[in-house]
């Protein structure tokens, strides 16, 4: 059956762990992972809480594939309500830890309350004890892994943690993970932090060995393992450039957010791109990428381990960095990158070192940059603000000192921890907020991938590409190529991408697999693990259950059809070079269309028939 | 013709595929922690590096075992573990200068590689050949290929 039917409840408050029967009726409507742990939450918290307070609950979730070797089988995801959104957070990782949680015999741990000083979780199969945290606090991500280790003496434990940027009330940090693995977006790890609680050590030993069918199952993942292999994306592409194969391939299609969106083109994205992380550098004669390494179980493995050239500013006077870790990804080095003007791959990948080192999202940190970049040129922000630093987009210098002042929540940088929206609101310039629902832009104008307009003003946890990833579609062809520069059939498009990422990241896979797999390759694997019956309709009947789940929440949180929109100058500014010269989002040409295919009302809240169709939660 | 495992650590991405299949073949189960190939992750250096038993042909666990219960296997050369003979005395797991046979607390057992009968679970499981299953009297053969295709030696014509 692949659940382990267990969940450990934590009461930060209390100061208990308890043991508790997953409800299973929950997990044959809504799978796993990210759609019964929303149901969870659903049925728990008051949509209008108090995302910082303690009657916000802080989720990690696992699915039923996550733990055993289907391709990428290694997803957890964790769950709150966001600080930066009021919306619905979920936010997904890789790494080694959901594994290791399903191991040690858990399919969620669900937190609650708020603990009276610094606490951390550790859990050895069914042991399960809260720890002081006292001497973790005030230290990062990967100075609290340091200390664990040498506390616990196992070199196997794995473990979550969050930073200093989190404890700072940071309003996008992430739950860093196996020190460079991330549930990155909406500021999962700032609600974790408001809990006072630093990080979750796990060591499970006790292994999966229920999966419902183990030789169909065996037999479905070698032929998923086998269409991974065998494609030229995820065989291919993504081992050798990782995610940052597309740098190249968006800019040329006039899809490249640059300088907080001003323009969809930057001049320096080769410098910056997967390729460039091939090519021996100057000093040294190695390139940026070590190695690319995979997450657990997972057969592309389209991770970057990178070095940072030790000579460059950034680094020379600091050994501590000359170390390799997780490199750029695509939409951070977009963020970055392009999106700050900076062309500099050693700044970039010393500033994703920091985003690791102290739980920051990249993006939303990047974006955030940018924003303050405009702000500065357009003088609503000065060098009193920033200590003199000279905010202008293309400084690699600005960029490295926004970050180590971001990362540790000191002056300016708190302001950058607002994130966008409420940093350009604070300097009297909302306008300039690059942001849906609150939550900044990830690396696709939508001006010139027009279905991706759609997929940021209605996903369920503000602007985001792995809700409803359309660029598979109109950029790569997958599963069939439509053109980026039309609105027609991307209503249809989106729906359908939506429904199926959530079924996906309910399974406990990566999004990822779906370059290569259909819900043909996947819900036969969903199938021989779990009991039931598990067709590619029922997995995309789920995932389209799950998404009105996710949309009533938000509905009731107060996040109505008026925020599914996009910043004006989407709207209203023309891309002014490449392919989509003169476009602009072409928004109001598919809502309406879009709301009418998922059943809503015009104004976007849920009707009753569609409720009922789904059998929601009142 | 005998075989035997062959590690290429360059090739390893650290998925662990390995580490669950050798889990499944053994134990029934998805379990890295009773796998008998190990990948260790060296995080600063960005090295993944797996691990196992290189089935000695004077192996010291079998030398060392005081009931007999390591003994060869003729069909693949593995020296494999008679979990009914094994009295759990450890001494293997000292004698082993390698460390991979280990004691497992669930059992009382010790437990090792034993090439999985001659189909090593781990190698058809690696998506990149960093494990495969190859003749023992050429494991440097690939190695030998990529040097000599480096040699110049371009004709002048």
Avoid at chain 1, 370 to 396: Q, Y
Avoid at chain 1, 576 to 586: E, H, I, L, R, T
Avoid at chain 2, 45 to 55: A, D, H, L, S
Wanted: with cysteine; charged share 20%.
């Amino acid at each position: 059956m692949a659940w382990t039917r267990k969940l450990l409840r934590v009461n930060l408050t209390a100061g208990t762990c308890t043991e508790e029967a997953l409800n299973m009726t929950w997990a044959n409507d809504y799978l796993g992972q990210r759609g019964l742990a929303t149901r969870y939450l659903v049925e728990e918290i008051d949509p209008q809480c108090d995302p910082l307070g303690p009657d916000n609950k802080f989720i990690m979730a696992t699915g039923p594939l996550t733990g055993t070797n289907a391709s990428t089988g290694g997803r957890y995801s964790c769950l709150c309500k966001s600080p930066l959104t009021n919306t619905l957070a979920c936010s997904n990782s890789g790494g080694f830890f959901g594994a290791e949680m399903k191991f040690a015999g858990w399919d969620m741990i669900i937190f609650e309350g708020k603990s009276a000083g610094p606490v951390y979780l550790n859990v050895e199969n069914d042991k399960a004890e809260l720890l002081s945290a006292d001497a973790l606090w005030g230290k990062s991500v990967w100075e609290a892994d340091k200390i664990l280790r040498s506390t616990h003496q196992d070199p196997q434990i794995r473990i979550a943690a969050v930073g200093r940027s989190a404890e700072e009330g940071n309003l996008y940090a992430a739950v860093v993970n196996d020190l460079h693995r991330a549930a990155g977006r909406s500021g999962v790890g700032t609600v974790m932090a408001s809990k006072n609680l630093k990080a979750v050590v796990i060591r499970g030993t006790k292994g999966i060995a229920n999966v419902a069918d183990p030789k169909t199952f065996m037999d479905t993942v070698a032929a998923g393992k086998a269409v991974l292999a065998e494609n030229p994306v995820t065989g291919q592409g993504l081992p050798t450039y990782g995610t940052q194969v597309l740098m190249n391939v968006i800019n040329e299609v006039g899809a490249m957010p640059t300088r907080n969106m001003r323009e969809t083109q930057f001049e320096g994205a080769a410098e910056v791109s997967g390729e460039a992380m091939h090519e021996p550098r100057k000093s040294d004669g190695k390139p940026n990428l070590t190695t690319n390494g995979a997450c657990y179980a997972c057969t592309i493995a389209c991770g970057r381990i990178s070095t940072i050239d030790r000579t460059h500013f950034s680094v020379k006077d600091k050994p501590e960095y000359w170390i390799a870790s997780g490199g750029l990804e695509y939409e951070a080095a977009w963020a970055l990158g392009p999106d700050t003007g900076v062309d500099d791959i050693d700044a970039l990948t010393y500033v994703n070192f920091l985003c690791n080192e102290d739980g920051m999202d990249p993006i939303s940190f990047g974006s955030t940059v940018a924003a303050a970049m405009e702000l500065f040129e357009e003088g609503a922000i000065t060098t009193e603000h920033t200590d003199g630093v000279e905010l202008k987009f293309g400084s690699a210098e600005a960029l490295c000192w926004a970050a180590e002042m971001t990362a540790k929540g000191e002056g300016f940088g708190k302001d950058i921890g607002l994130g966008s929206k409420r940093l350009c609101e604070k300097y009297g310039r909302p306008e300039l907020s690059m942001t849906v629902k609150g939550q900044e832009f990830p690396a696709y104008d939508p001006r010139g991938i027009q279905g991706m307009g759609l997929a940021y003003a209605t996903s369920n946890r503000g602007a985001c590409h792995l809700r409803g990833y359309t660029v598979a579609s109109e950029i790569l062809g997958i599963p069939e190529k439509t053109d980026p520069l039309e609105t027609a059939g991307k209503p249809g498009l989106v729906k359908a991408f939506q429904d199926a990422t959530a079924a996906v990241d309910s399974a406990g896979l990566c999004v990822f697999t779906t370059f290569a797999w259909t819900m043909d390759d996947i819900a036969p694997q969903v199938d021989a693990a779990c009991e039931g019956d598990w067709s590619t309709e029922r997995m995309m009947e789920v995932g389209e259950r799950i998404w009105n789940m996710e949309r009533a929440f938000n509905l009731a949180a107060g996040v109505g059809g008026d925020q599914d929109t996009l910043p004006a100058r989407l709207l209203s500014e023309e891309a002014n070079s490449g392919p989509a010269k003169g476009k602009v989002a072409g928004l109001g040409d598919m809502l309406p269309e879009y709301y009418e295919l998922r059943g809503w009302n015009s104004d976007g809240t849920l009707t009753d028939a569609t409720k009922e169709k789904f059998g929601l939660p009142a | 013709m005998q075989k035997s495992l062959h590690i290429d650590p360059g090739k390893c991405t650290g998925c662990l595929q390995c580490e669950t299949a050798c889990s499944l073949e053994n134990e029934a189960m998805f379990n890295p922690s009773k796998s008998r190939i190990k990948v260790f992750t060296f995080h600063d250096e960005g090295r993944f590096v797996p691990y196992t038993c290189t089935q000695c042909d004077e192996a010291w666990c079998m030398q060392a075992c005081p009931v007999d219960a390591i003994v060869l296997n003729p069909s693949n050369g593995s020296k494999d573990v008679l979990s009914d003979v094994c009295v759990g005395c450890k001494v293997c797991t000292i004698a082993c200068p390698f460390g991979t046979i280990n004691y497992n607390a669930d059992t009382g057992k010790v437990i090792k590689c034993d090439l999985c009968g001659g189909d090593p679970a781990c190698a058809t499981a690696c998506p990149t050949d960093a494990i495969s299953y190859i003749d023992a009297n050429a494991t440097g053969l690939d190695k030998m290929r990529a040097w000599a295709a480096k040699t110049d030696n371009a004709s002048n014509a």
